[in-house]
């Protein structure tokens, strides 16, 4: 089985071919041609999934998910949230946004936080919804080299180590993505009996 998966991140698609069934192979945009930055233009990120998810399937016509993910911070009222990826401007740089939201929080006791994932499946002239909460802390600097985005600044509830510390088969375990990939794979499962 072969389906879509609407991003053009690599980390992504690594980390999520990871978690899949062997039999399952993801196709990135890069691999169905898709050059077009799809719009994110929801205000939440269930809508951000399902556009991704629909363009690609109304343009190219495969099965397709797509996913959205944001990083919430409680005492910046949910902010970056939808935004996450381009926090500090439209040219989405890490780095920055890193180092924007560290400033944002220099004056803050509060660090509690949380990522969350929604995944929208396109399956069978269906849509299907998933959703992965990971629940932690922003630390105050940066720590690790793995991972993406966020994930150095990232301090999962129950662990002393970032995400970008952890190894990847401990993170995709217990990370929003990996949740909501779990919700995901349970669903193709299914459709394998």
């Known amino acids: 089985m072969e389906i879509v998966f609407a991003t053009n991140n690599q980390n992504k698609v690594y980390e999520v071919q990871l978690l899949l069934p ?26 951000n999934a399902i556009l991704k998810a629909n363009y690609v399937t109304e343009h190219y016509g495969f099965d397709c998910f797509a996913d959205d993910t944001g990083l919430l911070v409680d005492s910046l009222n949910g902010e970056p949230g939808v935004l996450s990826a381009r926090y500090a401007g439209d040219h989405k740089n890490s780095e920055d946004n890193i180092s924007k939201l560290l400033q944002e929080l220099s004056t803050k006791s509060n660090r509690k936080a949380h990522f969350e994932t929604c995944i929208a499946l396109n399956i069978d002239h269906r849509q299907l919804l998933f959703t992965g909460i990971a629940e932690g ?14 994930d150095p600044v990232f301090k999962p509830k129950g662990y002393q180590k970032t995400f970008a510390e952890l190894p990847i088969k401990t993170k995709n375990k217990i990370s929003h993505r990996g949740k909501a990939m779990q919700k995901l794979i349970n669903y193709f499962k299914t459709l394998q009996r």
């Not at 062997?22 to 691999?31: A, F, M």
């Not at 802390?137 to 985005?149: M, S």
């Open 137 to 150: 802390e922003i630390t105050l600097e940066k720590h690790g080299d793995n991972g993406f985005g966020y």
């Open 22 to 47: 062997k039999n399952i192979k993801i196709l990135s945009l890069k691999d169905i041609g898709c050059t077009v930055d799809i719009p994110e233009t929801a205000n939440t990120l269930e809508g």
